[in-house]
């Protein structure tokens, strides 16, 4: 087999293909790495109550569930799929112009869900992209998806860098100059045709009845690894606001968000030992259990080494997990169901994390930090899901030395 090709050239694929799609990845990782951390910032110097900060980041997670596979289809029977990323980038750069002229929470609301819409397609597509050129041109998909992990690392210290200049108010003008960017992302996004397999967000439309995807074992995984990666909802809506009122610098928020995508990375480098040393569904109940622990240790007041070691289990609660499910659905699901495996993942995490979500505006309004214990509990649903499907799993299932299942 010819090894991965990493950036090289390679026979038959558009030019710089590597490159080009590393640096179309960057892109929406530039938006996320500013909205993710520093959105809810901006929404609080509004005056907007914690539950309504809540809503305004919960209800465009529901909408995407829907509107992203649906832009999916659309993806894969034009036959050139970059075309839905320049519409997704051009829409979501009006919507991030328009937020400039509001200021209350309906218009906001609005604005907010409508740019959810648009965008939703950008990252699946391109992965979808990204992983047509691993298929077809054995092409390294760590080397190229790491470089979106740097890009979301590089916006959020620099995001947190203004923050500490500018307040708030230096959010909108930062998001607005990353969709930019993914507007130049979809202009320089390699063209390869139609898809020979549909993308992950199309394929759950049309998931066949008869599926391995339907195996119980398989589908108490997904839910319980999708429950897990909703219980972060409240780290991703309120940690910079509440690190804030602690007296953290902007400068600070950024490197403790840096600090859990930099362990991430750590851990994709070092994925393939790890498979080879352990059970898979053993590295799942780990993360998950971990889960659990990282939500009851949170609201514990701590110092900025506390809250950066605790950032760091993200390799755990995350990547962990992530990388196991993935791995046991190429052992337990047919290859011509990939594509739904992947879709019914996108599913349950946008259906889980948006309730999340929601209920965290609640929770932190009621209860303030101490709202992350019922992340806990969240995670521990998706820990018992996970031990459940491990226990209805087949004992004499088929796998590669090593890599446990």
Known sequence: MTPPSGFRVTTGAPPFFAVRIALV???????????????????ETLSLTDFQIGIVLAVPLFVRVFTAPVAGVIADRIGERSVVLLWSGLLSLLTAVALFATGSFWPILLLYTLQGAVYSPYVPITEAIMLSGVRRWNFDYGRMRLWGSLAFIVATMVGGW????????????????????????????????????????????????????????????????????????????????????????????????????????????????????????????????????????????????????????????????????????????????????QGLYFFYTGIFTALATFVSGYAFSWYGVQGFYLMSLVAAAGLICVVAGRLLAPSAQPQSAGSGG
């Open 25 to 43: 990845f960057c892109a929406p990782m530039m938006v996320n790495g500013i909205a993710l951390p520093f959105f809810p910032v901006w929404l």
């Open 162 to 341: 203004l923050a500490g200049l500018y307040g708030g108010a230096m959010v909108l003008p930062a998001m607005a100059a990353a969709f930019v960017l993914t507007v130049v992302g979809a202009i320089i996004a390699p063209k390869i045709g139609k898809p020979r397999r549909p993308s992950p967000i199309a394929a759950i439309a049309t998931m066949p009845t008869k599926s391995t995807l339907r195996q119980s074992d398989v589908q108490l995984m997904l839910i319980g690894v999708s429950l897990v990666n909703a219980s972060h909802a409240m780290l991703f809506a309120f940690s910079a606001i509440y690190w804030q009122k602690m007296g953290f610098s902007g400068v600070d928020v950024g490197i403790l968000w840096s600090a859990g995508v930099l362990a991430e990375v750590v851990f994709f480098l070092l994925a393939v030992q790890l498979r080879r040393r352990f059970n898979l569904w053993s590295m799942m109940i780990v993360g998950a259990s971990v889960a659990v622990v990282r939500w009851i240790v949170f609201p514990m007041e701590m110092s900025f080494a506390g809250y950066f070691a605790l950032q760091c289990l993200h390799a755990f609660t995350y990547a962990l997990i992530h990388m196991s499910a993935q791995s046991r659905l190429v052992q337990r699901v047919a290859e011509e169901q990939e594509a739904a495996a």
